[in-house]
Every structure is written in C-alpha cells, then in structure tokens.
C-alpha cells in the first residue's frame, strides 16, 4: 500500500514529494469520495467568490466587447493545442495525481495575482488580467486532463452519478452562499477594493480545496511508451469509435453555445439593463440553488431516463434561457429564468462525464479525455469570439444571444439523435 501523506505536511497541496498509491481499499474508497464532495465544497467558494465575476470585473475595467470575450477563448485557444501533449507526458510518466497536484496549486496561484494587479498598474488592467488567465490555462489544462482521469479511478463505477450529484449539490450550495456574500461585499466597498477582497477570500478556498484532492488515494498507472506519431494521426485514431465521435460533435456545438453565452450574459446584465453587482450576485444566486436541487434531485432522474436522456433533455431546456433573457426588459424578470437554467444545466453537468467515462475505454482514458478537452475548447475558443464580434454590431448583446439559443437547440437535437443511433450500433 502506498505511503500514506501527513495531515501536517504543508507542501502536500503541491504535489511535492507526493509517493505513489496503491489501488484503494474499499474504507480509502469512502474516504475518496468524501474528500471529492469536500474538495468541490471548498472549490465552490472560489466560484462564487471570483470565477462568477471574473468577466463582470473585466466589464467593470472598462473592457471592450472582444476583450470581454478573451477570458474565454483566450485559455480554450490554450487548450486546443495544450491538451494532447500533456496528456502525452501524463501517460509517459504515470504520475497523474502528482501532476494533478503541482498544476492545481500552480493555477490558483493566478488568482492572488490578478488581486494585486490595480495595486501594481494603473494603465491597461483589463489586458494584463487577460494574459493572467491565459497563462493559467496552462496548469488549469494539465489539471482538468488528470482530475478527470483520476475521478475515474478513485470512485466505484456503480457510484459515479451519485457521487457527481453529490458534488454538484455541495458546489451548488457553496456558490450560491458565497455568492451572496459577495453581493453585499461588492455592493459596500468600493471598485476596485471589493474585487480584491473576493478574489483572496477565492483563492484561500481553493486551496483547502487542493488539500483535500492531496488525500485522494488513486493507483498511479504504470508508463507507458508513446508512440512518435503525430497528434492528427493520434486524435485520428481516437476519434475511430463511431459514437465517441458523434458524441464529440454533439457536445461541440454545445460548447459552442456556452462560450458564446460567456460574454454575452454579463455584458447583456450590464450594458443593457444597468444591473448592479448586487443584483448580479442575486441572480447567480437563484441560478446556484436551483441547480442545487437539480443535482440531488438527478440520479433518481437518471435511473429512470438514463443518463443520455437527461443530457438531452438539460441542452434542450437549457437552450431557452438565452432566448428569454434577451426578452426581459429588467434584471428582475431574469430570476425565474435563472432558476429553471440552474435545474437544466444540472442536468448537464451531472451526466456530461458520466456519458463521457460510458464511451471511453478504462486503458486509454487520459488520451480521450485529452481529446474531449481540446475538441470542447476548440468551441469555447471559437464561441467567445463569435459573441464578442456580434456584441459590438448594431444589434448588440441580443442578436448573439438568439443564435446562442439556436446552436444550443441543436446540440440537443444532435444529442436525441446521437443516443438513437447509439441504440442501434455499438461503439
């Protein structure tokens, strides 16, 4: 069995000096699963403290519409050509959670660092605060190919949607908390004071959040040898199962949607009905708890319509949340909206993974969740883009949001038909 990590050590949340482990023990199972719900817990803090505004606060710099968007596709384009080659030295090495650790401590790091921004420049915030976040999405790629990987080690197959609800839930109750929280602080200290203050109460949360994942007992897979072939041939060949294809297709046009929805939501909220921080933080509030109640409320929903169902029934329900914020004339008529968007991108977000790890064979998991990764950050580089190009048309924030709605519709569509075909072939 693999060398059990002091409580005590400070570097444990590093990754540093981290021994190799041993396949768990059905107790260090349990206990995997309860610093999986306890890590997301903390995670949510730093979501509702500062992943929630970080857009808004580069609205509030006085960015433009492009740049606004550049918080998105400025780390997917990372992404697109960071994924397979770390992903390639996860396999080379087989040190998953040690890479895991030394990337997530390395990108919280960018969140001190943005706080201390106004107190170091007076001229160009917004712009270093971009090239901030796209040099985390550096470690931030590692992290996500690794933790995704390990999740599907660490929990029993047969516990993975509850398990995945679960920290749903505790990321859901968290946010919506801090995010509260945030609104009365934003809305009582002045910019950009209130700012800082979110973003270092963000990132000491994330890391409690990185000591709990350094408790994790996952078996480090042996290395293995990676073949010279170049990463078109190698994406080629992952993409040779026919419904992990579609399955990538489908959830592209998604990604496409969301990255579109990234700018547009807080540049709609802002420029078009004038709402004010505290109003903002009420609304991913109510977005935040009824997400909370769709993850608990998803794995009965999953035993009942399966898990590809559901997806497909979130991307459909979630497609109208676009179309009607662009109808509503006042921040307040977005709060029931918000909170039917909150339960069907639960429902998204609990059965993404689960669907992903269905298709994905156990030996060669960390290549095809690189290769999830890159084909996803691929849309949410191009999607950003796109509504930044459209909110600075004459049409503003509203003509994107509509065509978002469009190309989320039809994600949903691609998902029903990929599930039927998925019924009628194997993968």
Do not use: K
Not at 159 to 176: D, E, F, K, N, Y
Not at 278 to 292: F, G, H, M, P, R
Not at 313 to 330: D, H, M, N, R
């Amino acid at each position: 069995m693999g060398r059990r990590l002091s409580r005590f050590n400070p570097l444990a949340i590093t990754g540093i000096g981290r021994p190799l482990d041993a396949p768990p023990t059905p107790e260090q199972a349990a206990a995997n699963i309860r610093h999986l719900v306890w890590d997301i817990v903390w995670f949510g803090v730093l979501v509702g403290t500062t992943i929630n505004f970080l857009q808004v606060y580069v609205v509030r710099l006085g960015a433009p519409s492009l740049l606004v968007g550049a918080v998105t596709y400025g780390p997917a384009l990372v992404n697109v050509f960071w994924q397979l080659p770390a992903a390639r030295l996860m396999v080379r090495t087989g040190w998953r959670m040690r890479w895991m650790m030394i990337s997530g401590f390395t990108h919280r790091l960018a969140y001190p660092l943005i706080a201390l921004t106004p107190l170091l420049v007076q001229d160009g915030r917004p712009e270093i605060t971009i090239i901030v976040l796209i040099l985390q999405a550096f470690p931030v790629a590692v992290a996500n190919t690794s933790f995704l990987s390990m999740m599907a080690d660490a929990v029993p197959a047969d516990r993975m949607t509850q398990v995945i609800g679960w920290r749903m839930a505790g990321l859901g109750l968290t946010t919506t908390l801090s995010t509260l929280l945030a609104g009365q602080i934003l809305q009582r200290l002045p910019f950009p004071t209130n700012y800082q203050l979110l973003f270092m109460v963000g990132w000491i949360a994330s890391l409690v959040s990185s000591w709990h994942i350094s408790q994790l007992r996952v078996p480090d897979r042996p290395p293995q040898r990676v073949a010279g072939e170049g990463w078109l041939r190698q994406l080629g060949g992952l993409l040779r199962p026919p419904r992990f294809g579609r399955f990538l297709i489908a959830v592209g046009v998604l990604q496409l949607a969301i990255g579109m929805l990234a700018p547009l939501l807080p540049l709609y909220w802002v420029r078009r009905l004038s709402a004010t921080d505290e109003q903002i933080s009420i609304l991913v509030t109510v977005a935040s708890a009824a997400a909370v109640l769709g993850s608990l409320l998803m794995r009965r929903t999953v035993g009942r319509i399966g898990r590809s169902r559901a997806l497909a029934v979130g991307i459909l329900g979630f497609a109208s949340y676009p179309l009607l914020t662009s109808l509503s004339p006042t921040i307040w008529w977005l709060m029931p909206w918000a909170a039917l968007a909150g339960l069907f991108n639960s429902a998204i977000t609990v059965t993404l993974f689960d669907n992903l790890v269905a298709l994905t064979p156990e030996t060669d998991r960390t290549n095809y969740i690189a290769t999830y990764n890159a084909c996803a950050n691929v849309a949410l580089f191009a999607g950003p883009l796109f509504a930044g190009l459209l909110a600075a048309g004459p049409g503003g924030p509203i003509i994107g949001l509509w065509i978002a709605a469009a190309i989320m519709l039809l994600a949903g569509v691609m998902v029903v038909v990929w599930f039927a075909q998925g019924r009628q072939s194997p993968p």
